[in-house]
């Protein structure tokens, strides 16, 4: 029976792809110069449109491992996630060294260099992750202060402003909040995922994720460069229970970041992830949600599953545009498939990952750029505190320590 129903969805997709059915793209050239207030975004139906009406289709590619870190991606040994780097690192040298540290690392892992190459291999934006620990320096709101005494969110502002002058639209991702919204060590530290809770710390560890949206809302509010708030990645992701687990505990935080954001930015659109399927979310217009995407992220091993999987939330949110906030060919899952399904269903969509230096990165299909073989990676117990600024300074560099993993060329280039 499954067999007949993934069987009747293929050739639904077959028939959207023969049709063309109102999803092809304008692509002529782009004007000279950065954005202004027509390229602002937001939704109409199904689409993405700018402010002269025209549909904008977001093909772009993760800043992974750049402002939050995972040991297969980043350069680094002797951690489990990315609180243990930091734990480890204030232990041994203060917390200004560690921080110090850090701001080295993310100085080189991603730089105009890189963001030109994106730009000149055909994308229109980036992903950009992030945690709260860019922010604060602990789980209880202490602010990382600028020189100005001003919240720190420099870091931010550099890459939509170098983005803005490029044209490439920018998605802010909160992929690891305050409390952690998953088990799984992509939101920052494994095992943690505390801001459901229903108790006293839960509740601040809502209320700082939301002061840390507003901020960010506020920074950028009007900003044309800026496609779209994400405001968790993969929530409830590893956490034992179902997809209607899911949606009951999505419903209650999405409610929570959704009018903390509205607060102060009415016109960004948000986006919200329902991950592996549609059962996660409930129906934006039930909630009152406005001027929002539903997103999902696809890793399914073979071509029929993705199929399935990509058409499902189509077919239910059919008031929403909808993204592929990830993906990448998995198992049997071939490049010319993914593309085929996503173009037939008009989905928007961002590759992981742009750049990483895991063992065999080097020809992946997980990135762009992958690091050499013999790539050198900082031993967070170990390597004195020199050692680790070296293997962070300009080794890290994707024009130094990187090489094109082919992918870009043989199976990406003629999709954008």
């Not at 093909?59 to 609180?83: F, Q, R």
């Not at 530290?189 to 505390?194: D, F, Q, T, V």
């Not at 901020?215 to 179902?242: H, Q, T």
Request: hydrophobic content about 40%; glycine content about 8%.
């Amino acid at each position: 029976m499954l067999k007949k129903i993934i069987a009747v969805f293929l050739a639904v997709i077959t028939v959207f792809s023969v049709m063309n059915i109102a999803f092809a793209e304008n692509k002529e050239a782009q004007p000279e110069g950065g954005f202004t207030a027509d390229d602002f975004l937001e939704t109409k139906g199904r689409k993405i449109v700018n402010q002269k009406g025209e549909r904008i289709r977001l093909k772009g590619v993760n800043l992974g491992s750049w402002m939050i870190w995972e040991d297969w991606l980043s350069p680094y040994e002797e951690a489990t996630d990315h609180y243990d780097i930091l734990t480890k690192l204030t232990e041994k040298y203060g917390e200004e060294k560690a921080y110090e540290l850090m701001d080295t690392y993310m100085d080189n892992w991603i730089t105009e260099k890189d963001l030109d190459e994106i730009k000149e291999m055909g994308f229109n934006s980036v992903r950009v992750p992030f945690w709260f620990r860019n922010f604060y320096y602990d789980d209880n709101g202490r602010k990382i202060l600028d020189e100005n005494g001003e919240w720190d969110l420099s870091r931010l502002e550099w890459v939509v402003e170098e983005c803005s002058e490029r044209r490439l639209y920018v998605v802010l991702d909160m992929h690891g909040a305050v409390g952690y919204q998953s088990d799984a060590p992509h939101s920052g530290k494994k095992g943690s995922c505390g801001l459901y809770d229903d108790t006293e710390q839960g509740e601040k560890y809502r209320r700082l994720t939301c002061e840390l949206w507003a901020e960010i809302a506020e920074r950028f509010k009007g900003n044309p460069a800026v496609a779209m708030y994400d405001l968790l990645n993969e929530p409830m992701c590893e956490v034992p229970g179902g997809e209607f687990d899911r949606r009951k505990n999505n419903s209650f935080i999405y409610d929570i970041l959704y009018d903390a954001v509205r607060a102060v930015d009415a016109d960004h659109i948000i986006t919200m992830e329902c991950i592996w399927s549609a059962l996660a979310l409930p129906q934006s217009f039930l909630k009152g949600w406005k001027n929002v995407v539903y997103q999902v992220h696809l890793y399914d091993t073979s071509n029929a599953s993705f199929n399935f999987m990509a058409l499902l939330p189509w077919l239910v949110f059919f008031n929403v545009p909808m993204m592929m906030g990830e993906f990448f060919p998995h198992g049997t899952t071939t490049w010319e498939n993914c593309f085929k399904t996503l173009d037939a269903l008009g989905y928007n969509w961002f590759l992981w990952t742009y750049k990483a230096s895991g063992h065999g990165m080097w020809e992946s299909e997980w990135c762009l750029r992958g690091s050499k073989n013999g790539f050198e990676r900082a031993k967070i117990e170990t390597d004195s505190y020199e050692e680790i600024a070296r293997k962070w300074g300009e080794c890290i560099r994707t024009e130094n320590g990187f090489q094109d993993t082919g992918h870009y060329s043989e199976n990406i280039k003629d999709n954008l």
